[in-house]
């Protein structure tokens, strides 16, 4: 909450590119990727060619909009997930979420909006509709797709229990959809569900130890 609240959509996008070592991997390769990190209610891309980040941009996709209670009940359901139901003609109620078809059907469509965003496909009025930030400018193309966030540990096979949200089938439908609309590698940059926070502790370094000088510490 902490990071969210203070960073923003943008920063937190580069702070996960950094954090998840996805930065210093397009440098090492002298490659272009596009880095995905999909918490749990967004999703962040960064552009990032050769070690220098491009561009970023974030839409509201992520792995807790549904979620249950401590009683096991489905009762947390996001706006995000709302307007996918709608569409759907799914009732966002814990009886009907309980369902795990449901889920994935949910699931399966808020793939197809990351899958748009993360090609660069053209966005149907859902995938508008939950846009955080302009869209991705792409100055470059990128070769590989990294990933990071708690949907990464999926993706990857690093976890396989369910935590009592859509994490695991909206990374099954995923990595499906994205088998047979790219052919672009998916990539581990190394850390997966931690970035944003390894990022922000990498960021304040930086300022702390490069840009920032005082004259009078008692300035403190």
Same mark, same amino acid.
């Not at 960073?7 to 990727?33: D, K």
């Not at 596009?34 to 552009?47: E, F, I, Q, R, Y």
């Not at 998916?186 to 390894?198: C, F, M, S, W």
């Given at each position: 909450?902490?990071?969210?609240?203070t960073a923003g959509h943008l920063l937190e996008c580069r702070l996960a590119?950094?954090?998840s070592g996805a930065v210093r991997l397009s440098r090492e390769r002298n490659q272009c990727v596009l880095h995905v990190d999909v918490g749990g209610g967004t999703t962040k891309l960064a552009l990032i060619d050769r070690g220098k980040v491009l561009g970023s941009s974030a839409f509201a996709v992520g792995g807790r909009l549904v979620a249950s209670d401590d009683s096991g009940s489905w009762t947390r359901v996001d706006n995000s997930a709302r307007l996918v139901a709608d569409e759907l003609g799914i009732a966002a109620d814990? %009886?009907?979420l309980a369902d795990p078809e449901v889920r994935a059907a949910l699931a399966g469509r808020l793939a197809t909006v990351m899958v748009d965003h993360i090609l660069d496909a053209p966005l149907d009025p859902l995938g508008k509709s939950l846009q955080l930030t302009d869209r991705l400018c792409r100055t470059a193309e990128p070769t590989a797709l990294s990933f990071s966030g708690g949907v990464?540990?999926?993706i990857f096979g690093h976890e396989t229990l369910e935590y009592?949200?859509?994490a695991r089938p909206l990374a099954r439908a995923l990595t499906a959809q994205l088998a047979t609309r790219s052919k672009l590698p998916l990539i581990d940059a190394? %850390?997966?569900i931690r970035a944003t926070v390894i990022g922000a502790s990498q960021f304040t370094i930086q300022v702390s130890g490069k840009t920032i000088y005082l004259s009078d510490p008692r300035v403190l």
């Amino acid at each position: 909450k902490f990071v969210c609240a203070t960073a923003g959509h943008l920063l937190e996008c580069r702070l996960a590119a950094h954090g998840s070592g996805a930065v210093r991997l397009s440098r090492e390769r002298n490659q272009c990727v596009l880095h995905v990190d999909v918490g749990g209610g967004t999703t962040k891309l960064a552009l990032i060619d050769r070690g220098k980040v491009l561009g970023s941009s974030a839409f509201a996709v992520g792995g807790r909009l549904v979620a249950s209670d401590d009683s096991g009940s489905w009762t947390r359901v996001d706006n995000s997930a709302r307007l996918v139901a709608d569409e759907l003609g799914i009732a966002a109620d814990p %009886q009907t979420l309980a369902d795990p078809e449901v889920r994935a059907a949910l699931a399966g469509r808020l793939a197809t909006v990351m899958v748009d965003h993360i090609l660069d496909a053209p966005l149907d009025p859902l995938g508008k509709s939950l846009q955080l930030t302009d869209r991705l400018c792409r100055t470059a193309e990128p070769t590989a797709l990294s990933f990071s966030g708690g949907v990464s540990e999926y993706i990857f096979g690093h976890e396989t229990l369910e935590y009592g949200d859509i994490a695991r089938p909206l990374a099954r439908a995923l990595t499906a959809q994205l088998a047979t609309r790219s052919k672009l590698p998916l990539i581990d940059a190394g %850390q997966r569900i931690r970035a944003t926070v390894i990022g922000a502790s990498q960021f304040t370094i930086q300022v702390s130890g490069k840009t920032i000088y005082l004259s009078d510490p008692r300035v403190l």
